[in-house]
C-alpha cells in the first residue's frame, strides 16, 4: 500500500486574509515617504522665502539710499535742488515710498521665515504682495527714467550742471542707486506672482 503525502495547501493572498476577517499590519514605508516629502518641501519654501527676504532688504537699501542722495542735494546754498524740479521731485518721493514698502515687506518675510504664518491671512497676503509689487515697480521705473530724461537735458541745454556739478553727479547717483533699487524690486514681483499662481493653481502659496 503507497503512503501519499499530504499536500501543502496555498497561502491565502493578502486580500483573502482581509476578506475572511484577518488583520493585516500596515507597511511603514508610505508614512515615511510622506514625511519625507513634507520635510523637503519645508526647507524648499525656507529657502524660498530667505531669497525673497534678501530681494526685499536690497530693494530696501537702494531705494533708500536714491531717496537719501536725492534730498540731501538742497544742502549747499546757491545751489539747485531736488524741489526745484518735478523730475526730481518724482524721483525723490517714489523711491521714499518704495523703502518705506520695502521695509514693512522685509518685516512680513521675518515674521513668515520664524513663524511659518503669512502676517496677514494667505490668500489677502499673496494678492497684497503681488499687487503692490506691481504698483511701485513702475511707480518706480516711471520716475527713475523721468529723472534720467531731467538729468540729461541738464547736461545738454542747461548750464546747471556747468556751475553745480556736485548737484547734478548727485542726482545721477541717485538716478542709478533708484533703477538698482526697482530691479530688486522687480524681482520680489516675479517671486510675489509665482506666489500668486501657486496659490490659485494649488491653493498654497508654494507647491512643488
Same mark, same amino acid.
Given at each position: 500500500?503507497?503512503?501519499?503525502?499530504?499536500?501543502?495547501?496555498?497561502?491565502?493572498?493578502?486580500?483573502?486574509? /482581509?476578506?475572511?476577517?484577518?488583520?493585516?499590519?500596515?507597511?511603514?514605508?508610505?508614512?515615511?515617504?510622506?514625511?519625507?516629502?513634507?520635510?523637503?518641501?519645508?526647507?524648499?519654501?525656507?529657502?524660498? *522665502?530667505?531669497?525673497?527676504?534678501?530681494?526685499?532688504?536690497?530693494?530696501?537699501?537702494?531705494?533708500?539710499?536714491?531717496?537719501?542722495?536725492?534730498?540731501?542735494?538742497?544742502?549747499?546754498? =546757491?545751489?539747485?535742488?531736488?524741489?526745484?524740479?518735478?523730475?526730481?521731485?518724482?524721483?525723490?518721493?517714489? =523711491?521714499?515710498?518704495? +523703502? /518705506?514698502?520695502?521695509? !514693512?515687506?522685509?518685516?512680513?518675510?521675518?515674521?513668515?521665515?520664524?513663524?511659518?504664518?503669512?502676517?496677514?491671512?494667505?490668500?489677502?497676503?499673496?494678492?497684497? $504682495? !503681488?499687487?503692490? $509689487?506691481?504698483?511701485?515697480?513702475?511707480? &518706480?521705473?516711471? +520716475? =527713475?527714467?523721468? #529723472?534720467?530724461?531731467?538729468?540729461?537735458?541738464?547736461?545738454?541745454? $542747461?548750464?546747471?550742471?556747468?556751475? =553745480? *556739478?556736485?548737484?547734478?553727479?548727485?542726482? $545721477?547717483?541717485?538716478?542709478?542707486? #533708484?533703477?538698482?533699487?526697482? &530691479?530688486? /524690486? #522687480?524681482?520680489?514681483?516675479? &517671486?510675489?506672482?509665482?506666489? /500668486?499662481?501657486?496659490?490659485?493653481?494649488? #491653493?498654497?502659496?508654494?507647491?512643488?
Amino acid at each position: 500500500m503507497i503512503m501519499r503525502s499530504p499536500q501543502r495547501q496555498p497561502q491565502p493572498l493578502p486580500e483573502d486574509r /482581509l476578506r475572511n476577517g484577518g488583520i493585516e499590519t500596515p507597511s511603514p514605508r508610505p508614512r515615511i515617504q510622506t514625511h519625507f516629502h513634507s520635510t523637503v518641501s519645508e526647507q524648499k519654501l525656507r529657502r524660498f *522665502n530667505i531669497l525673497i527676504l534678501i530681494f526685499r532688504f536690497a530693494s530696501l537699501c537702494f531705494s533708500l539710499a536714491a531717496a537719501i542722495f536725492m534730498f540731501s542735494t538742497s544742502r549747499v546754498s =546757491n545751489s539747485p535742488s531736488w524741489y526745484d524740479f518735478d523730475a526730481f521731485r518724482f524721483v525723490a518721493i517714489a =523711491n521714499a515710498i518704495v +523703502a /518705506l514698502y520695502s521695509l !514693512f515687506e522685509v518685516g512680513a518675510s521675518v515674521w513668515e521665515i520664524s513663524g511659518g504664518t503669512t502676517l496677514f491671512p494667505e490668500v489677502l497676503q499673496v494678492w497684497f $504682495d !503681488f499687487a503692490h $509689487d506691481q504698483v511701485f515697480s513702475y511707480m &518706480l521705473v516711471s +520716475a =527713475n527714467s523721468a #529723472g534720467t530724461e531731467l538729468a540729461r537735458s541738464l547736461k545738454d541745454r $542747461d548750464a546747471t550742471c556747468t556751475d =553745480n *556739478n556736485a548737484f547734478c553727479i548727485q542726482s $545721477d547717483i541717485s538716478i542709478a542707486l #533708484g533703477f538698482a533699487g526697482f &530691479l530688486f /524690486l #522687480g524681482l520680489s514681483s516675479l &517671486l510675489s506672482g509665482f506666489r /500668486l499662481v501657486s496659490f490659485i493653481v494649488n #491653493g498654497s502659496r508654494f507647491h512643488f
